[in-house]
C-alpha cells in the first residue's frame, strides 16, 4: 500500500516517506495515541503472503523488543492494520553512517568513538543470543548530539534462549537453515559467503570492515563490480597501508584480528574489540606496515550456497582458473519464492540489466503472470505492478525501464514501479531489443517480420520483410548491436529452431548477412562475436560471416529451451549472463491420467509436446496440439487402440469437441491471418471457417446448441465472444477492462465458467450463459483453468499455481458454490492461450493432464553468471 502525508495505517498518521528497501517502505509517522513520532516499516504484501515470513518477522520484532540498549534503536511492536503487516520502530534522527561516509573518511579520534558505540550495541545484543547479520555503514545513524543508534536487526537470528528472557527465541530452519546467505557484499563474512552458518563472528568481520572504511573512506573489500566485491571478499587481504598514520596500535589490533578469513583466528568476542578501543587513547601510535602481498586462488572449485548476493541465492560455482580477483568469474542462483513459478516459458521469460543489477523474469503466484524485478542487492524480488500476462521482457539500455509484451501491446514500465506505458500494438510479442538511440526492434506475433518503433510510442515501421520464396514465416528474438547499426535474429524457415538461421539486418538500408546456419536467439558479444543456443547450449562465433555450428565455441550446457526457439538466456551488456538451467528442448511430455489423490499412471502415448489435451464426450478419443517445430498441428489419439493420428496438415491448434463428439473446432493461421476452423469428422468435407480471418481467436468450448465461446485477443486484452450456429459474426460476451478467458460451458449449456482478472488478480467465477452481469465466484485464492465434470455438472474443477482444486455446485433456482477444495498439489503442464491445460473424465475421478520428466521441467531458479563473457 503507498502512503502518503496525512493518510492513516491504523492509529499512525503518516507524515512523509523515509526511504524504501527490499521488504517495504519506511515513513515517519505519528502514533496519535501515544502522540509521538515513530518510524513505521510497510512489509510488502507479496511478502505477507508468506506465512512463514511473517511469523519469522513477528518473533524477530519481539526479540528485538527486548533489547534496550541506548545504541540500539528500538523496536516498538509488530502490528496489523488494515490488512497491512506494520513494524514499529524508534524514530531516530539524524544521517547514515553511509551518508556520513560519502564526504571522506572520520577523524581518528570520533572514529574509535563511534565504533565503541557499535561495539556496545552489538555486544549488548550478542549477550541475548542474537546476531545483526547486516551490519554496515548503512544502518547505523549519528543522531545531532553524538549518539550512534544500530538499525535493522531484521535479519537477526536468535541462537541461545538465555533462561531469564521471558521471550524466549525459537529458530526456524525455513528462516536461517545453512546455506543462506545474508548482508550485503562489502561487508559478508568469507564464511556468509561461502553460506556457512554463521555466528557472532559474522558480526565481528563486518565491524571490522566498518571501521577500516571510517578510518580510510573507502571499503575494506570494495570493487566495481558485485563479482568482484566478493571475490575480494574469499580472496584478498584488507590494505593497512591507507590507514592514517596515527592510528593507535590497539585499533589496528582490533583491524587485524577482526578481518582474518579463517574464523578461528578472529577476535573472539566484540567485547574484546571493545575492551581494545577503549585502551587506544592510552597508546602510543604506529606506523602501519605495508601489506603482504599475496597471490591466491580460490580454494574451492565448487561451492554451493544458497540465499542472495544480499537475500537468498545460490553461489554455485567459482571459477578456480582466475588468475586474480579482478577477473574472477562469479555464479550464483537466485531461487524463487516458494509460491512463484517461472512462466512464460514458451517466450523468453529473463532479463539481466544492462549493469547486472536487477534480473527480471517471468513468474504467476496465484494464477497471476507478472514481471517480478530482483535487485541483486536486496533479500526478495518485487512484483511490477500492471504486468499481468507478461512475456518477455527485455531492459532498457539505462536500465531504468523494461518493456514486455501484454494484453496486445507492446509496454513499459520503470524499474522503480510507476505507471505501464503502451508503446505499439503487438499482438503476441515474439522478443524485443531497445537500442541505444532509444528505438525497440521487435517481433509483434509468431508470423511477422521486425518491426521498428520509438520506445516513446508512435508509429511502428516494418524493419525486415519475410522471404516466402525460401520460405521464412518468422523473423524473432532480435538483438541490437551496442552502436544500434545492426540487429541480430533468427530467421524460421523449415524443421526445428535448431535449423533455423541467424541473420544480421542494417538498420540503415535493410541489407542482411547470413552470421550462423543452425541456432537461434542471437545475442551480440562485447568481444565482436556472435552468441547463440542450439538444442539447450550456448555457442559463440566469430560475426564475419556464416558459420555452422559444429565450427562454434561452446560456452555452457544445460540451458532452457522451447521447442518454439525460446532459450531462457539473457545476456548484459557488460556479459554477464542469466539463465534458466534446463536439459536442452522443454516440451516433449507424456499423456497421463491423474487420480483425484494426484496419482499418476501414463498412457500409451509417445512423448510429443502436447498442449491442452481434450476428451471426447464419449472418452474414447483425445484431441491435442503437438507443436512441430515451426507450426502446431491437431492431432488426434484412439484410447483403446493406443494410436496417434495426425488431423491437420497446414497448422492448427486448440481443438474442441462439440457436445455430440462429430465435430472439432480449431485455430489456424492457414490462410495467413489467424481464423477459426470446424471440421466434420466422418465426411471428407472441407473445413468450415467460422467468422473473418483476421483477429486472434481460439474456441473453448462448445455448447450443446453448438454456440462456440472463444477468447478473443485485441489490443485491448482479452475477451470472451459467441460464435452462434449458422452466425458468422461473433458475438461479445464478457468484453470489460479487464481480462477474460477459459471460458466453459457446463454440461447443459445454462452456465459459463471463466477466469477474469478484475480483482487485481485472475480468479474463476461462474455466470449465467444467458446473462454475463451477474458473476459469481468461485475460487477465493486465485484460479485459473476452469473443467467442468460432465454428465450432471455439479462439479467444478480448476487450478490455482500446482494444486488441482474442486467446488461443488449445486443447481437451482440459484446456483449455489461450495467451498473450494484441494484434491492434490503437483506439478504439470498449464494450459495455453487462456484454455485449460488438462479434461476431466465422464465420472469426475480422473485427469487427463500433461507430465514432464523431473529434469525436463523448468528450475526452480533463475542461474546469474557475473563476468560470463569478459
Do not use: C, K, M
Given at each position: 500500500m503507498a502512503l502518503g502525508p496525512g493518510m492513516r495505517a491504523g492509529h499512525y498518521e503518516v507524515l512523509d516517506l523515509l526511504g524504501e528497501g527490499g521488504m517495504g517502505a519506511v515513513y515517519r509517522a505519528r502514533d496519535t495515541r501515544l502522540m509521538r513520532e515513530v518510524a513505521i516499516k510497510v512489509i510488502r504484501r507479496d511478502l505477507t503472503a508468506d506465512r512463514e515470513l511473517i511469523s519469522r518477522f513477528g518473533k524477530e520484532a519481539r526479540l528485538l523488543a527486548a533489547l534496550s540498549h541506548p545504541n540500539i534503536a528500538t523496536i516498538h511492536g509488530f502490528e496489523e492494520a488494515e490488512g497491512e503487516r506494520l513494524l514499529v520502530m524508534e524514530l531516530v534522527p539524524g544521517a547514515t553512517l553511509a551518508e556520513r561516509l560519502s564526504t571522506g573518511p572520520v577523524p581518528v579520534d570520533e572514529a574509535i568513538a563511534i565504533a565503541l558505540q557499535i561495539a556496545g550495541a552489538i555486544e549488548m545484543a550478542h549477550g541475548r543470543g542474537i546476531i545483526h547479520r547486516d551490519l554496515k555503514p548503512a544502518n547505523i545513524k549519528l543522531t545531532p548530539d553524538g549518539i550512534v543508534k544500530v538499525l535493522d536487526f531484521g535479519l537477526a537470528k536468535a541462537l541461545v534462549a538465555p533462561a531469564a528472557l521471558s521471550l524466549s527465541p525459537t529458530v526456524t530452519s525455513g528462516g536461517t537453515r545453512e546455506g543462506m546467505l545474508l548482508g550485503t557484499a562489502a561487508y559478508m563474512s568469507p564464511e556468509q559467503a561461502r553460506g556457512k552458518d554463521v555466528d557472532e563472528q559474522t558480526d565481528i568481520w563486518a565491524f571490522g570492515c566498518v571501521l577500516h572504511e571510517m578510518l580510510t573512506g573507502q571499503p575494506a573489500f570494495g570493487a566495481a563490480t558485485l563479482s568482484d566485491t566478493i571475490a575480494a571478499t574469499l580472496t584478498r587481504e584488507p590494505d593497512f597501508s591507507r590507514l592514517p598514520h596515527d592510528v593507535p596500535g590497539a585499533v589496528l589490533r582490533v583491524l587485524r584480528r577482526s578481518l582474518v578469513k579463517e574464523t578461528r583466528h578472529r577476535l573472539r568476542d566484540i567485547g574484546d574489540a571493545r575492551i581494545e578501543l577503549e585502551e587506544a587513547g592510552l597508546g602510543d601510535a604506529v606506523p602501519v606496515p605495508s601489506p603482504a602481498r599475496r597471490q591466491s586462488n580460490l580454494r574451492s572449485a565448487a561451492v554451493f550456497l544458497a540465499g542472495a548476493l544480499a537475500g537468498a541465492a545460490t553461489l554455485w560455482l567459482v571459477d578456480p582458473r582466475a588468475a586474480a580477483p579482478s577477473v574472477q568469474t562469479v555464479r550464483f542462483a537466485l531461487p524463487l519464492e516458494a509460491t512463484e513459478r517461472l512462466a512464460g516459458l514458451d517466450f523468453p521469460a529473463i532479463a539481466i540489466s544492462p549493469n547486472d543489477s536487477h534480473v527480471a523474469y517471468v513468474a504467476t503466484v496465484g494464477g497471476d503472470q507478472q514481471v517480478f524485478l530482483r535487485d541483486l542487492s536486496q533479500a526478495a524480488a518485487v512484483v511490477l505492478p500492471g504486468t499481468a500476462g507478461a512475456i518477455s521482457p527485455f531492459f532498457s539500455p539505462d536500465g531504468r525501464w523494461i518493456a514486455f509484451f501484454a494484453e496486445g501491446k507492446l509496454k513499459k514500465v520503470p524499474v522503480g514501479g510507476g505507471p505501464v506505458q503502451d508503446i505499439a500494438n503487438a499482438a503476441i510479442g515474439f522478443g524485443g531489443s531497445w537500442g541505444a538511440d532509444n528505438t525497440i526492434v521487435f517481433a509483434p506475433d509468431n508470423g511477422s517480420a521486425l518491426w521498428r518503433v520509438s520506445a516513446d510510442g508512435g508509429e511502428a515501421r516494418p524493419l525486415t520483410t519475410l522471404d516466402k520464396a525460401r520460405g521464412e514465416f518468422s523473423h524473432r528474438w532480435p538483438d541490437l548491436a551496442p552502436d544500434g547499426k545492426s540487429a541480430l535474429f533468427t530467421v524460421g524457415t523449415k524443421g526445428t529452431w535448431d535449423d533455423a538461421e541467424i541473420v544480421a539486418v542494417s538498420i540503415a538500408d535493410g541489407k542482411r548477412r547470413t552470421i550462423v546456419q543452425g541456432g537461434s536467439n542471437p545475442h551480440y558479444l562485447s568481444d565482436g562475436r556472435?552468441?547463440?543456443?542450439?538444442?539447450?547450449?550456448?555457442?559463440?562465433?566469430?560475426?564475419?560471416?556464416?558459420?555452422?555450428?559444429?565450427?562454434?565455441?561452446?560456452?555452457?550446457?544445460?540451458?532452457?529451451?522451447?521447442?518454439?526457439?525460446?532459450?531462457?538466456?539473457?545476456?548484459?551488456?557488460?556479459?554477464?549472463?542469466?539463465?534458466?538451467?534446463?536439459?536442452?528442448?522443454?516440451?516433449?511430455?507424456?499423456?497421463?491420467?491423474?487420480?483425484?489423490?494426484?496419482?499418476?499412471?501414463?498412457?500409451?502415448?509417445?512423448?510429443?509436446?502436447?498442449?491442452?489435451?481434450?476428451?471426447?464426450?464419449?472418452?474414447?478419443?483425445?484431441?491435442?496440439?503437438?507443436?512441430?517445430?515451426?507450426?502446431?498441428?491437431?492431432?488426434?489419439?484412439?484410447?483403446?487402440?493406443?494410436?496417434l493420428k495426425q488431423l491437420t496438415f497446414n497448422g492448427g491448434s486448440a481443438p474442441a469437441w462439440t457436445a455430440d463428439g462429430a465435430r472439432l473446432a480449431f485455430s489456424s493461421r492457414r490462410e495467413g491471418l489467424p481464423a477459426l476452423f470446424v471440421r466434420k469428422l466422418d465426411t471428407s468435407a472441407s473445413d468450415e471457417r467460422r467468422g473473418r480471418a483476421g483477429r486472434a481467436r481460439v474456441p473453448l468450448s462448445i455448447a450443446p446448441d453448438g454456440t462456440i465461446a472463444c477468447v478473443e485477443y485485441d489490443t485491448a486484452g482479452r475477451d470472451v465472444v459467441l460464435l452462434k450456429e449458422g452466425d458468422a459474426t461473433p458475438h461479445p460476451f464478457l468484453a470489460s477492462p479487464a481480462n477474460e478467458s477459459a471460458a466453459a460451458f457446463s454440461p447443459d449449456g445454462r452456465w459459463l465458467a471463466f477466469v477474469s482478472d478484475r480483482s487485481g488478480r485472475n480468479e474463476v467465477y461462474i455466470t449465467p450463459a444467458s446473462d454475463p452481469a451477474r458473476p459469481m465466484q468461485v475460487s477465493n485464492d486465485g484460479g485459473t483453468e476452469p473443467v467442468w465434470r460432465r454428465g450432471d455438472g455439479q462439479e467444478l474443477f480448476f487450478r490455482s499455481d500446482d494444486r488441482m482444486l474442486s467446488a461443488a455446485i449445486h443447481p437451482g433456482s440459484r446456483l449455489a458454490i461450495g467451498k473450494p477444495a484441494v484434491l492434490f498439489d503437483a506439478a504439470f503442464e498449464p494450459g495455453v492461450a487462456g484454455r485449460p491445460g488438462y479434461d476431466v473424465s465422464a465420472d469426475g475421478a480422473r485427469f487427463l493432464m500433461v507430465h514432464g520428466d523431473e529434469q525436463e521441467r523448468p528450475a526452480r531458479e533463475v542461474r546469474v553468471i557475473l563476468g560470463f563473457v569478459r
Open positions: 556472435v552468441l547463440f543456443v542450439r538444442a539447450g547450449s550456448l555457442y559463440a562465433v566469430p560475426s564475419g560471416g556464416a558459420q555452422a555450428t559444429e565450427n562454434a565455441s561452446l560456452l555452457l550446457e544445460g540451458v532452457a529451451e522451447s521447442l518454439d526457439g525460446a532459450a531462457q538466456a539473457a545476456l548484459s551488456r557488460t556479459g554477464s549472463l542469466a539463465f534458466v538451467p534446463g536439459s536442452g528442448e522443454a516440451g516433449a511430455h507424456a499423456l497421463v491420467w491423474v487420480d483425484r489423490h494426484g496419482q499418476v499412471q501414463p498412457l500409451a502415448a509417445p512423448r510429443r509436446t502436447y498442449e491442452s489435451p481434450r476428451l471426447s464426450p464419449d472418452g474414447r478419443t483425445i484431441a491435442v496440439t503437438i507443436g512441430t517445430g515451426d507450426r502446431d498441428e491437431v492431432w488426434t489419439y484412439d484410447v483403446a487402440r493406443a494410436s
